[in-house]
């Protein structure tokens, strides 16, 4: 699987920072306690695609694994042809 576009349903983030301890190169808490993805230039809750990502580098896995840590499945990831493939 390849990851390409990252999405933060923030209307279903509770702030649990899970996603920020396992991938805070890409996550982080916004002044509302909610998940946004961290961009080249700003911050928000996306969809953002891959190469947009303050850390373009993280792996598939470490963003998988942030989206899995996710209490309330506020993570959504899709592949290069639009899937989703996680939750």
Do not use: H
């Not at 279903?12 to 961009?39: Q, R, Y």
């Not at 911050?43 to 850390?55: C, H, I, V």
């Not at 694994?65 to 959504?76: G, M, N, V, Y």
Request: hydrophobic letters at 40%; aromatic letters at 6%.
């Amino acid at each position: 699987m390849k990851i390409k576009k990252i999405v933060v349903a923030s209307n279903l983030c509770i702030g649990a920072a899970s996603c920020v301890v396992t991938a805070g190169s890409v996550f982080e808490l916004d002044s509302e306690n909610k998940a946004v993805i961290k961009f080249k230039d700003t911050k928000n809750s996306g969809p953002a695609e891959r190469e947009q990502l303050e850390d373009a580098g993280i792996t598939d896995d470490t963003l998988l694994l942030a989206a899995q840590s996710c209490p309330t499945k506020a993570i959504f990831l899709y592949d290069e042809e639009g899937k989703q493939v996680y939750p």
